[in-house]
């Protein structure tokens, strides 16, 4: 990597098995063409309609951030409920357990549709598109992502929301990427903004496309765990970043990212 300029290391990684779930944190991976193994490799879809279940309408399914996802083996998914009962996604009766806990009928898929969408809520905020409206939206084809397979921040974009809107607290669990870089010594503000369209090489192995900013919505304001209900993280994000944090990302070479690896640039 003699033409590479080095930008950070990975300082930790996340994988959310089923979509919009809670998902668990890595200190290995093996990434493929469509992203880290296993992630969102399932969702919860709807019985009575077919619609892919999201988060980003709280109002309806508020309760995926009150559930937790693993994978268990490759094949496998582990999920926590709220009630911190534990459901196999290979159990007999696993979808009547999740209707009981969403209080409607859904189904635990892993095969996405070939035009999957989902519904959304955006929060009444000025200068975002579509405040307070339920729309839906078109996601990746064929996927339950919601657009790139890949999602990257630095704890440098945490750090400048954070001095920007100190009474808020902007951790990596509302943003859901699946790696966090910590830029070299000095870097600050949003450093990956820079990053769209290089290729980044991480570890010995992968190298990522940086394909554009990562547009946010509202499961970033959704409580989960000890982290309060706050429409004033998204506020912050649409008034000093257009809405963005972090960046997507496509997979050019697979293979294994340990926690602690270089990130480069060519």
Not at 184 to 212: C, P, Y
Request: aromatic letters at 6%.
């Amino acid at each position: 990597m003699s033409d590479a300029a080095v930008v950070g290391s990975i300082v930790s990684m996340w994988r959310y098995p089923v979509k919009s779930m809670l998902g668990e944190e890595l200190n290995t991976t093996e990434v493929m063409e469509r992203g880290l193994m296993g992630d969102r490799a399932f969702a919860l879809v709807d019985a009575e309609t077919g619609a892919i279940i999201s988060a980003k309408l709280p109002r309806k399914w508020g309760v995926l951030f009150d559930c937790r996802a693993a994978l268990d083996s490759p094949t496998q998914v582990k999920i926590t409920l709220p009630d911190g009962s534990i459901v196999m996604g290979n159990a007999a009766d696993v979808n009547e357990i999740l209707s009981q806990a969403f209080g409607r009928k859904v189904k635990l898929s892993i095969a996405p549709p070939e035009a999957p969408s989902i519904e959304m809520y955006t929060p009444d905020i000025a200068d975002i598109p579509d405040a307070n409206t339920e729309t839906n939206a078109a996601i990746r084809p064929n996927t339950f992502f919601d657009a790139a397979t890949v999602h990257l921040l630095t704890t440098a974009t945490l750090n400048q929301f954070q001095s920007l809107k100190p009474t808020s607290r902007f951790e990596t669990r509302r943003f859901r990427p699946n790696f966090v870089i910590q830029p070299i010594s000095g870097a600050t503000g949003f450093v990956e903004n820079d990053w769209v369209g290089k290729t980044l090489v991480i570890g010995d192995q992968v190298r990522l496309n940086i394909t554009e900013p990562c547009p946010r919505c509202v499961m970033t304001t959704m409580p989960q765990s000890e982290l309060p209900n706050d429409v004033d993280i998204l506020r912050t994000i649409v008034r000093h970043n257009q809405g963005h944090v972090g960046i997507y990302a496509s997979v050019v070479q697979g293979g294994t990212i340990r926690r602690g690896d270089r990130v480069a640039i060519i």
